[in-house]
């Protein structure tokens, strides 16, 4: 378990993390969600005792980092894949890692077994793929076998296989009633992994839920109707007190009723149904929607307009 308590950080004027006060449970998956520049890595950071809080605490299993001895079998994290020592071959990293940790050499072999890079053990890290690396630095922090594990980012650079094994393996370490606490940018990923989400913008706690919650009360749940007869449907949908959204050509949206009773509606009247689907938002779309007013970069949505030079020649009639 890791709990947080008032958690922040300051840095000169920027309150980069604004006291922060969740749990994170053993036997899920908990994904950390937030827009760039939210927070995320420096809370990460304060977790694993690499940056001072300014104010508020943090325990890993009830105690702070700095108290723990071997740390790597209480709490094992994937913060920088990159943050490895070229020169050394991925067997000899993790070698010094487990020597530094009193953990036995052969666990390395284990470990690296199970990232699936037995094959490449002797090869120097600099000559590793982003993916390569991102699977050494899973395997760093598995060398401990804790019961607490931190990603942050952990499918960066990985491809389709790489992220399904990534997610297979989250979702297992969790079923083995280790805490799972990980960082991620994609929306899709995070919804097929994480069991609880805590959601942060501009340091501050935004969210501390289960994702089914999240989805639901931040998106429009709504049912979609298409009807070849769809000025009788607007006639009878009206006539029951139910309110449509018109959204163009032949679809209807209706907020607030189920499809069943639409369906029951249509079928007493006899009217043709070409669609009745329930439609609920995605994570992406419930992040978006509750995290708006804390994205600190925002881009435009236009796409550029072409240099003047070409003038409007370079369009095509
Ligand atoms: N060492 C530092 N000195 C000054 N400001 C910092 C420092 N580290 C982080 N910040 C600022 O604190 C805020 C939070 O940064 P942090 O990297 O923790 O966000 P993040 O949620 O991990 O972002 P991203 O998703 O882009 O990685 C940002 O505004 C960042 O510019």
Same mark, same amino acid.
């Given at each position: 378990?890791?709990?947080?308590?008032?958690?922040?950080?300051?840095?000169?004027?920027?309150?980069? !993390? &604004?006291? %922060?006060?969740?749990?994170?449970?053993?036997? +899920?998956? /908990?994904?950390?969600?937030?827009?760039?520049?939210? #927070?995320?890595?420096?809370?990460?950071?304060?977790?694993?005792?690499?940056?001072?809080?300014?104010?508020?605490?943090?325990?890993?299993?009830?105690?702070?980092?700095?108290?723990?001895?071997?740390?790597?079998?209480?709490?094992?994290?994937?913060?920088?894949?990159?943050?490895?020592?070229?020169?050394?071959?991925?067997?000899?990293?993790?070698?010094?890692?487990?020597?530094?940790?009193?953990?036995?050499?052969?666990?390395?072999?284990?470990?690296?077994?199970?990232?699936?890079?037995?094959?490449?053990?002797?090869?120097?890290?600099?000559?590793?793929?982003?993916?390569?690396?991102?699977?050494?630095?899973?395997?760093?922090?598995?060398?401990?076998?804790?019961?607490?594990?931190?990603?942050?980012?952990? !499918? &960066?650079? %990985?491809?389709?296989?790489?992220?399904?094994? +990534?997610? /297979?393996?989250?979702?297992?370490?969790?079923?083995? #009633?280790?805490?799972?606490?990980?960082?991620?940018?994609?929306?899709?990923?995070?919804?097929?992994?994480?069991?609880?989400?805590?959601?942060?913008?501009?340091?501050?706690?935004?969210?501390?839920?289960?994702?089914?919650?999240?989805?639901?009360?931040?998106?429009?749940?709504?049912?979609?109707?298409?009807?070849?007869?769809?000025?009788?449907?607007?006639?009878?949908?009206?006539?029951?007190?139910?309110?449509?959204?018109?959204?163009?050509?032949?679809?209807?949206?209706?907020?607030?009723?189920?499809?069943?009773?639409?369906?029951?509606?249509?079928?007493?009247?006899?009217?043709?149904?070409?669609?009745?689907?329930?439609?609920?938002?995605?994570?992406?779309?419930?992040?978006?929607?509750?995290?708006?007013?804390?994205?600190?970069?925002?881009?435009?949505?236009?796409?550029?307009?072409?240099?003047?030079?070409?003038?409007?020649?370079?369009?095509?009639?």
């Amino acid at each position: 378990m890791i709990e947080l308590e008032g958690l922040t950080k300051r840095y000169g004027e920027k309150v980069a !993390v &604004n006291h %922060l006060t969740f749990t994170v449970r053993p036997g +899920i998956v /908990t994904g950390f969600l937030g827009p760039n520049g939210a #927070g995320k890595s420096t809370t990460m950071r304060m977790m694993l005792g690499l940056d001072r809080p300014t104010a508020g605490d943090v325990r890993i299993d009830g105690r702070h980092y700095d108290r723990l001895k071997d740390p790597l079998k209480y709490i094992g994290a994937l913060l920088d894949a990159k943050a490895v020592h070229g020169g050394r071959s991925a067997f000899n990293h993790l070698l010094c890692l487990a020597q530094s940790n009193g953990i036995p050499r052969q666990r390395v072999h284990e470990v690296l077994d199970t990232v699936g890079l037995s094959s490449v053990a002797g090869k120097k890290a600099k000559g590793f793929s982003l993916g390569m690396g991102q699977r050494l630095g899973i395997a760093g922090a598995l060398l401990g076998d804790p019961r607490i594990l931190m990603f942050d980012e952990p !499918v &960066n650079g %990985l491809d389709p296989e790489g992220i399904h094994w +990534i997610r /297979t393996l989250m979702r297992t370490l969790a079923a083995q #009633g280790r805490t799972v606490f990980v960082s991620s940018h994609l929306m899709s990923e995070m919804a097929l992994t994480a069991d609880r989400l805590v959601v942060i913008g501009q340091g501050r706690l935004l969210a501390d839920t289960s994702m089914a919650d999240f989805i639901a009360h931040n998106s429009r749940a709504y049912v979609r109707i298409r009807s070849p007869q769809r000025e009788r449907l607007l006639d009878v949908l009206h006539g029951a007190g139910i309110t449509v959204v018109e959204s163009g050509g032949a679809t209807l949206e209706v907020d607030g009723t189920g499809a069943e009773r639409i369906g029951e509606l249509a079928a007493r009247y006899q009217l043709v149904l070409h669609e009745l689907s329930p439609q609920r938002a995605s994570l992406e779309e419930a992040f978006m929607r509750l995290t708006a007013e804390s994205v600190e970069y925002h881009a435009h949505s236009d796409a550029p307009a072409p240099p003047q030079q070409w003038g409007d020649g370079w369009k095509k009639d």
